[in-house]
């Protein structure tokens, strides 16, 4: 009985098993034969990847179209993760890459912070790239420059040294006495900059990977004639940045560089890749949403091999878009030229402790009517495409020509604050236009502090005391003023106010006793504070570019307007506007029409005969409203200087400032090569010469 029940048991196990068998035969059956071609080409077919195409980053011209920041085509060497083969196959195909650009004379991308000669060590002044280095090798911060070289050997198949070979030696791991690959040592550390590079960008088969920017064309067909032994290795036509004269408006424009590992953790959400470039500093930073472009979309399907069936382009790149500047290409270069000139002229020919020591300026034009700049200008200066070579030199240099003075520096105003304190103390009544209050050389209003006067005017009313710049009048009125009631028109005339300027600027102060607390914890604000105040020294500090913007506001007659550097955005063809900033106005300054026109008469007094700054206009064609500043510093006295014309409506205003330059007069001949070129066109008795036309 028991027997029949186990055999029962066994047919049923075997039929159960047949029917199992009998199912994966009818289903081979059905792949290999009914569905065997379908399943065939999806083995074949393999993947597909993406692949990115890069954009041309767009242009910056000027308000007349005249490029200064543009690209030209060049040639790069890339390395294509779709068709480079991988690991040991990989380093000998970039080995004999490297001996053929060598063979060249060509330079090739090495991003690892680690000298290329032994004994090797970390390349100076490279702090955050080592501890990158280190952070991705997986090592601590107190790891040696040994401990990273032995580890990049490891990691990117390079093998280990051998003594006996003195070479490094990559062995088959089941046979050890099988050599796969040596290198010598210098060769180890070339390939690992290029291999380290590539893990920087997360190289692979969907991405492509820069080995040699801006070769020669003979040395891209030498690449292209090997191309055989060397798979993966492309060369590609590719658009590289170039400044149109670049030493003229650096600041402005700014440059561009590879993204920094702080920086790609922000813009990797916003679609970029390690190996892009980013806007840095100025209207390329700025800017950089509208210069960057879309990069497109390359689809490659791989089979089950590894090897490409096809390419396809599925999205083509778009170039970025076009920023127009307000910038005058040709007036920035003059103002330029005029700054430089003036401060050799100064070093050459002034006293010391006179103006001799004259080092640095800036210089800024403003179109009264929009707000443009129209030029801004640093000097010493540098070149754009020079930048990166010369890069410590000019870090070094201790006239800091890096440094942006015309928007970032900070000086005090000195007398061409004594306006601002006119128009102040005529809107207030606290003086009237033909008021006289006496200058006998010394102010003795405030008992033991009596500040002086450079000259004894005797009874002077405000236009005089603008025209010859009496400190004592000034004195009077902000005293009478006091600094609040002061400070209120001045920062509606926009000093120690953002200008609204489209790239970094700083905002300056207006001197008070809050800005007093903060340099002497406890002090009071004295009498004698407001009497310093009042004619631009103790805390007071703006930029050049305030200055201007000051002054124009004055011609202006109390209207401020916006201040642009860019005057639109367009599409990379200039055909279609994308952006457009319109004439703003920001501030209708609450002061009465009378002390502005009496106000522009004291400054067109100090262009004229008997005035401060009469001596470099003499009898120009048209009448210009200016005023000179000698404001003190620790070290010699700078020289500032404002002026509009023409006066009764004005077109531009210029503000010059040159550092130790002594006398408030010295930046009139700065202002005046401005004035000739914008109206005269360099000659100064000629008619007015017509301006380029604007884009529109």
């Not at 367009?570 to 002061?591: F, G, I, L, S």
């Amino acid at each position: 009985m028991e027997k029949k029940r186990n055999l029962k048991r066994l047919i049923a196990l075997g039929a159960v098993i047949l029917v199992v068998f009998l199912g994966y035969l009818y289903r081979l059956m059905q792949m290999q034969i009914a569905q065997g071609a379908e399943y065939l080409a999806q083995a074949e077919a393999g993947t597909v990847r993406e692949q990115v195409v890069k954009s041309v980053r767009g242009e910056i011209v000027d308000r007349y179209g005249r490029p200064m920041a543009g690209n030209r085509s060049s040639y790069n060497i890339v390395l294509d993760g779709a068709y480079l083969p991988e690991k040991t196959e990989a380093n000998t195909v970039i080995l004999r890459l490297m001996e053929l650009l060598e063979q060249c004379g060509e330079e090739w991308i090495d991003q690892l912070p680690v000298t290329l000669e032994e004994p090797f060590a970390f390349a100076e002044g490279k702090e955050a790239e080592i501890s990158r280095l280190k952070g991705m090798f997986d090592l601590n911060e107190y790891s040696t420059c040994q401990d990273v070289m032995y580890w990049a050997t490891q990691r990117y198949q390079l093998g280990e040294y051998d003594e006996t070979l003195g070479r490094y030696v990559l062995r088959d791991e089941d046979d050890p006495q099988t050599i796969l690959a040596s290198y010598s040592t210098q060769q180890m550390r070339r390939i690992a900059g290029v291999r380290y590079g590539m893990e920087l960008i997360e190289f692979g088969v969907a991405s492509t990977y820069t080995f040699a920017e801006d070769v020669d064309i003979g040395t891209v067909s030498r690449v292209e004639e090997r191309d055989y032994e060397m798979p993966g290795v492309n060369v590609e036509e590719s658009a590289i940045r170039e400044y149109v004269s670049g030493d003229l408006a650096p600041h402005i424009i700014g440059q561009v560089g590879k993204i920094y590992k702080e920086e790609y953790e922000e813009l990797k959400n916003k679609g970029y890749r390690m190996d892009d470039v980013v806007g840095k500093e100025g209207v390329e930073k700025y800017f950089e949403e509208y210069l960057k472009g879309k990069d497109g979309v390359r689809r490659i399907t791989l089979d089950s091999r590894g090897n490409v069936v096809s390419v396809e382009e599925a999205e083509p790149a778009v170039p970025g878009n076009t920023v127009v500047l307000t910038i005058d290409k040709d007036l920035q270069r003059v103002a330029y030229d005029a700054l430089e000139k003036q401060i050799l002229h100064l070093q050459q020919t002034a006293p010391e402790g006179e103006g001799r020591e004259a080092n640095a300026g800036a210089v800024v034009v403003i179109e009264n009517k929009t707000g443009d700049v129209l030029a801004a200008a640093t000097y010493p200066s540098y070149d754009i495409n020079e930048y990166r070579s010369n890069y410590n030199q000019l870090l070094q240099d201790s006239a800091n020509p890096l440094w942006n003075r015309a928007l970032l520096g900070e000086y005090s105003a000195g007398s061409t604050f004594k306006p601002a304190v006119a128009i102040a103390g005529l809107s207030e009544g606290v003086v009237s236009p033909n008021e006289t209050i006496y200058c006998g050389g010394v102010y003795t209003e405030l008992g033991s502090y009596q500040p002086r006067c450079l000259y004894v005017n005797g009874p002077i009313t405000v236009r005089n005391a603008l025209q010859v710049s009496c400190n004592i009048y000034f004195y009077e009125t902000g005293l009478r003023l006091g600094i609040e009631r002061l400070n209120q028109y001045c920062a509606q005339l926009g000093l120690g106010q953002p200008t609204g300027i489209e790239i970094a600027e700083n905002i300056g102060h207006l001197s008070s006793p809050e800005v007093k607390e903060q340099v002497e914890p406890g002090t009071p604000w004295y009498p004698a504070d407001t009497v310093q105040s009042s004619i631009g020294q103790l805390y007071n500090q703006f930029t050049p570019l305030q200055l201007a913007n000051y002054a124009a506001t004055i011609g202006n007659r109390g209207t401020r307007m916006d201040v642009n550097i860019v005057r639109s955005v367009k599409t990379y063809t200039m055909d279609e506007t994308v952006w457009e900033n319109e004439p703003t106005v920001v501030q209708q300054v609450d002061a009465t029409p009378q002390a502005f026109e009496v106000t522009i008469q004291g400054m067109e007094m100090a262009t004229a005969p008997g005035g401060t700054s009469y001596a470099y206009w003499g009898d120009y064609p048209m009448t210009i409203a200016s005023k000179t500043g000698t404001p003190e510093t620790k070290a010699f006295p700078n020289s500032t200087y404002i002026c509009f014309g023409p006066s009764e409506d004005p077109e531009i205003t210029v503000a010059v400032v040159i550092e130790k330059g002594w006398h408030g007069y010295t930046g009139a001949p700065v202002a005046k090569a401005i004035f000739d070129a914008y109206f005269y066109g360099n000659q100064s008795s000629q008619a007015p010469q017509a301006q380029g036309q604007l884009l529109p």
